[in-house]
């Protein structure tokens, strides 16, 4: 069995790069990340846009040469803390590779980066649907976002702009 390995991606490694389109395009076919492909637009141009973004960072998983994970991070920032937060963007696990708690250790090394950046907390968002993701994310010590529970969880919203539409 090849040897897993879970790094930072370097953004200007060509293999890097692939890896992260690759994994990034087999989640968006997904039923949980839309059930669509990547645009082309977005194929040639989200490494070099995410290496222009001091606050984008990456983890990717390799089991030998073959990528398996891979999860984006942005670094937003805490008004209440005075703190910057690492939000998790996205996390993929290729389908013949789930039920390995990758997910678990990548997510481990992106709690390691974040904290080295000086954050105060992960973020993420997760479909209600997606009950395998809830509980990894529940194992390793997420919660729901509230403040007070009187006034109950908080909710993510959006609004697309322009044309723009994934």
């Not at 069995?1 to 890097?16: E, K, R, S």
């Not at 949980?32 to 194929?43: A, M, R």
């Not at 997760?126 to 390793?140: D, T």
Request: include cysteine.
């Amino acid at each position: 069995m090849p040897d897993l390995n879970i790094i930072q991606a370097d953004y200007a490694n060509p293999l890097h790069a692939a890896a992260l389109i690759g994994l990034l395009d087999d989640y968006a076919r997904d039923i949980s990340g839309g059930g669509e492909p990547l645009s082309d637009f977005t194929k040639t141009h989200l490494v070099s846009a995410l290496a222009a973004r001091p606050q984008a960072f990456s983890v990717l998983a390799f089991e030998g040469a073959q990528p398996v994970g891979l999860v984006n991070c942005m670094e937003g920032f805490s008004t209440f803390a005075c703190q910057p937060l690492v939000n998790v963007h996205d996390v993929v696990v290729i389908a013949g590779q789930r039920g390995k708690r990758l997910g678990e250790k990548m997510l481990a090394l992106v709690e390691h980066i974040a904290a080295q950046r000086g954050a105060c907390k992960l973020t993420l968002e997760v479909l209600q649907g997606n009950l395998s993701a809830i509980k990894l994310y529940q194992r390793i010590g997420f919660a729901a976002y509230q403040l007070d529970p009187a006034m109950g969880q908080a909710q993510f919203f959006q609004k697309w702009l322009g044309a723009h539409r994934h």
